[in-house]
């Protein structure tokens, strides 16, 4: 089976690729995980995150935002001091800040699911992408939400971290269409 090239230099990369990238997530708590794990990614490699996902799904209430948005300082030093996670103070105080803003979200549209989802009629989107070099760092989709995301108050995202976030989620399927996982993914 041909796979996406990038995934192949490690085998949590490639359990990733086969069975979670690209997936459409219409989990609250799973589309919050993903986006603190891509903000936590911001000038790092993705594998760095995925080694240390487990650490972060023990350290942060298994990407509880109702419990996430309750953090004080005395949680914010302790994840500081936890080497199990990125020990960077910005992205650990956003991911507090950006759980509050979420859970807003949620209130507003019942879901964060039915809000993100919106941005696309509910329907992903199957780019056909021969090969990875022709795949977009953001689009102009994902410099819409990340504004929408900025004017609700979000902080220390971009629309590079929101178009990986689309990926994760399955908002857009950016398998290339050699991939055994494109055709799959249209599936969902």
């Avoid at 000038?43 to 996902?53: A, H, M, Q, V």
């Avoid at 629309?159 to 991939?179: E, K, L, P, R, W």
Wanted: hydrophobic fraction near 35%; include cysteine.
């Amino acid at each position: 089976m041909y796979k996406c090239p990038w995934c192949t230099i490690d085998s949590l990369y490639e359990e990733y690729h086969d069975k979670e990238w690209g997936v459409p997530v219409y989990d609250d708590r799973k589309l919050f995980e993903f986006l603190i794990l891509e903000s936590a990614q911001a000038g790092l490699s993705w594998i760095t995150i995925l080694k240390k996902r487990e650490n972060y799904r023990k350290a942060y209430d298994n990407f509880n935002p109702e419990e996430v948005a309750k953090y004080d300082e005395k949680k914010v030093s302790e994840l500081l001091n936890n080497k199990g996670l990125i020990r960077n103070k910005k992205k650990i105080q956003a991911s507090i800040h950006n759980a509050k803003k979420f859970l807003d979200i949620k209130s507003e549209f019942g879901t964060f699911n039915n809000y993100i989802w919106n941005f696309v009629d509910g329907k992903p989107i199957h780019n056909k992408w021969e090969n990875v070099e022709q795949i977009p760092s953001h689009t102009k989709l994902s410099d819409k939400i990340y504004k929408d995301l900025r004017n609700r108050g979000f902080v220390f995202i971009g629309s590079t971290i929101i178009y990986s976030f689309m990926q994760a989620v399955g908002i857009v399927n950016d398998h290339i269409v050699s991939c055994f996982r494109y055709e799959e993914i249209k599936k969902y």
